[in-house]
């Protein structure tokens, strides 16, 4: 499982990061929105549910699950 | 761009039937969802038409759209669009901030609408639509646009200003709120500043408002107690330098977000409630889905509404069908060539959701009401919220909005249309789509 994030879309809902904060955190930035960090890029498979939950949930569709 | 490489692009063909005065704004006016579809059947992927003046290139499927909302604002900017907004929001707010101060005044407007406060807004709407549903015994008929608007009013004061503010100032509020909201129209993008009584009653409006902003933040600075509203979080923000908003700038931030938010939530929660009177198989579905979710007496909270598949999927085939806005602008700052075509500096670009979501290649039959669909792969396909960097920070905020009104609102009663299906239509007016007015419901209590 590989996590992409698209930053064009990413307004610092920040639902990620209480969906799997193993995997997402959300920065502050110089200047304007917060923007998602992917901590782990390839997450082990026991993650699987919650990184699937944080895309689902994503106000902004910024996160995709390639396998 | 350099002379010559422009002369080596297309120019986008012009959508026919100009008049000499207004261009096409009178066509516009009288029907723009007709209009759009007209333009973009005629010239295709990019249709040039004159608004008041401005010669505005509609950009029309998820290709095009992409462009619009990916290119950075340097190219295609917001806030040069959208001036006519200016005198509303007032001076150094949003789109007459420098970039700087616009992105952090966003950016605080949306920490506002973030994981965290909307728990608490959850919570909010859910007592709200409860004292709103309090005296509607059981049956009766009512007028869906009036009560939605008074409901929207009602959770808009209270997110955004807290439960006092809700009690005590609500009505003066809207009645200032409705003076700001006469002071945009179609006259305003000739030229907002000219001598208008609608003008001189917008200035009143918004000056009498920033009183009342300046108060109740006064009194919150010398309280000092936490209220867990938007407010707060706009009052709490910094910029770099560590400066807070002034009172022009927060009063500014409050209308911002009001008509963001009020009048697409009411007209769209209208439009939800019109289409499960009209449907009620799919309302049984609904309420067999709300029935199982609240089985065991669960309350209405952020936990309970985080999903509710059908409803979801209802709900976004009511904002496909009837999308509150209809286009979105950019002014072209900086000339860009698209598919060969050259978009030139100084003309405005649109995108029309409504157009979009009418497309038959990802929506079949699209002027079908099909809860059942699924929405379609290709981003930016779907885009009732908009998309990219601008896209509705309270998209959110919209959903839970609805999913909490009409989780107590099924479970307690069943609706239906008291006339034909046909006399109910949509006003296309005033750049928005909502039910034509009245829009009158008759509602009976469910029996279990």
């Given at each position: 499982m590989r996590v992409k994030v698209d930053l064009d879309?990413?307004?610092?809902?920040?639902?990620?990061?209480?969906?799997?904060?193993?995997?997402?955190?959300?920065?502050?930035?110089?200047?304007?929105?917060?923007?998602?960090?992917?901590?782990?890029?390839?997450?082990?498979?026991?993650?699987?549910?919650?990184?699937?939950?944080?895309?689902?949930?994503?106000?902004?569709?910024?996160?995709?699950?390639?396998? | 761009m350099s002379e010559a490489a422009k002369a080596g692009l297309k120019r986008p063909p012009i959508v026919s039937g100009a008049q000499a005065e207004g261009g096409h704004m009178p066509e516009?006016?009288?029907?723009?969802?007709?209009?759009?579809?007209?333009?973009?059947?005629?010239?295709?992927?990019?249709?040039?038409?004159?608004?008041?003046?401005?010669?505005?290139?509609?950009?029309?499927?998820?290709?095009?759209?992409?462009?619009?909302?990916?290119?950075?604002?340097?190219?295609?900017?917001?806030?040069q669009a959208y001036q006519v907004m200016v005198p509303v929001f007032g001076p150094g707010v949003i789109f007459d901030a420098s970039p700087e101060r616009c992105k952090t005044q966003l950016k605080i407007q949306v920490d506002a609408l973030r994981y965290?406060?909307?728990?608490?807004?959850?919570?909010?709407?859910?007592?709200?639509?409860?004292?709103?549903?309090?005296?509607?015994?059981?049956?009766?008929?009512?007028?869906?646009?009036?009560?939605?608007?008074?409901?929207?009013?009602?959770?808009?004061?209270?997110?955004?200003?807290?439960?006092?503010?809700r009690h005590s100032m609500t009505e003066e509020f809207f009645s200032l709120y409705k003076d700001l909201q006469a002071g945009v129209q179609a006259i305003s993008f000739v030229d907002p500043y000219m001598q208008q009584p609608?003008?001189?009653?917008?200035?009143?409006?918004?000056?009498?408002?920033?009183?009342?902003?300046?108060?109740?933040?006064?009194?919150?600075?010398?309280?000092?107690?936490?209220?867990?509203?938007?407010?707060?979080?706009?009052?709490?923000?910094?910029?770099?330098?560590?400066?807070?908003?002034?009172?022009?700038?927060l009063t500014g931030l409050i209308i911002a977000t009001m008509f963001a938010g009020h009048h697409t939530s009411s007209g769209a929660?209208?439009?939800?409630?019109?289409?499960?009177?009209?449907?009620?198989?799919?309302?049984?579905?609904?309420?067999?889905?709300?029935?199982?979710?609240?089985?065991?007496?669960?309350?209405?909270?952020?936990a309970s509404m985080r999903a509710i598949p059908k409803l979801e999927s209802f709900i976004n085939e009511v904002l496909r069908l009837h999308p509150p806005l209809v286009i979105l602008m950019r002014r072209v700052m900086d000339d860009l060539q698209y598919n060969g075509y050259l978009i030139e500096k100084g003309k405005t670009v649109a995108v029309s959701i409504y157009e979009s979501h009418i497309d038959p290649v990802y929506f079949p039959d699209p002027h079908r009401f099909d809860p059942h669909r699924q929405e379609p792969e290709r981003m930016f396909a779907y885009i009732p919220f908009g998309g990219g960097r601008h896209k509705c920070a309270g998209?959110?905020?919209?959903?839970?909005?609805?999913?909490?009104?009409?989780?107590?609102?099924?479970?307690?009663?069943?609706?239906?249309?008291?006339?034909?299906?046909?006399?109910?239509?949509?006003?296309?007016?005033?750049?928005?789509?909502?039910?034509?007015?009245?829009?009158?419901?008759?509602?009976k209590r469910r029996t279990v």
């Open positions: 879309l990413c307004q610092g809902h920040s639902v990620c990061l209480v969906e799997c904060p193993e995997v997402f955190d959300v920065v502050e930035q110089d200047d304007g929105y917060p923007q998602v960090v992917v901590l782990i890029n390839e997450p082990p498979e026991e993650l699987r549910k919650k990184v699937m939950s944080a895309a689902m949930f994503c106000p902004n569709r910024v996160i995709t699950v390639e396998d | 516009f006016e009288k029907d723009y969802c007709a209009f759009i579809s007209r333009a973009h059947a005629e010239c295709g992927e990019l249709a040039e038409f004159d608004f008041g003046g401005q010669e505005t290139i509609l950009m029309s499927g998820p290709d095009a759209q992409e462009v619009f909302f990916r290119t950075p604002d340097e190219v295609f900017s917001q806030a965290q406060n909307m728990k608490h807004y959850a919570s909010v709407i859910a007592q709200e639509v409860e004292d709103w549903i309090a005296d509607w015994g059981d049956e009766g008929e009512i007028e869906i646009l009036h009560a939605f608007h008074e409901l929207t009013m009602h959770t808009a004061t209270h997110c955004l200003l807290g439960k006092e503010f609608v003008f001189a009653a917008r200035d009143r409006a918004r000056e009498r408002l920033e009183e009342i902003v300046s108060e109740l933040v006064a009194r919150r600075r010398a309280s000092g107690k936490e209220y867990g509203d938007a407010l707060e979080t706009f009052m709490t923000g910094t910029y770099k330098d560590g400066s807070h908003l002034t009172d022009t700038e929660g209208a439009e939800t409630l019109l289409e499960i009177a009209r449907h009620p198989e799919y309302a049984a579905e609904l309420k067999q889905e709300l029935d199982e979710i609240y089985r065991d007496g669960e309350e209405i909270s952020h998209n959110a905020f919209a959903i839970l909005q609805l999913k909490a009104i009409f989780s107590a609102l099924l479970r307690r009663y069943d609706f239906d249309l008291v006339g034909p299906a046909e006399d109910y239509e949509d006003e296309r007016a005033n750049m928005t789509i909502r039910p034509k007015d009245p829009c009158i419901l008759r509602y």
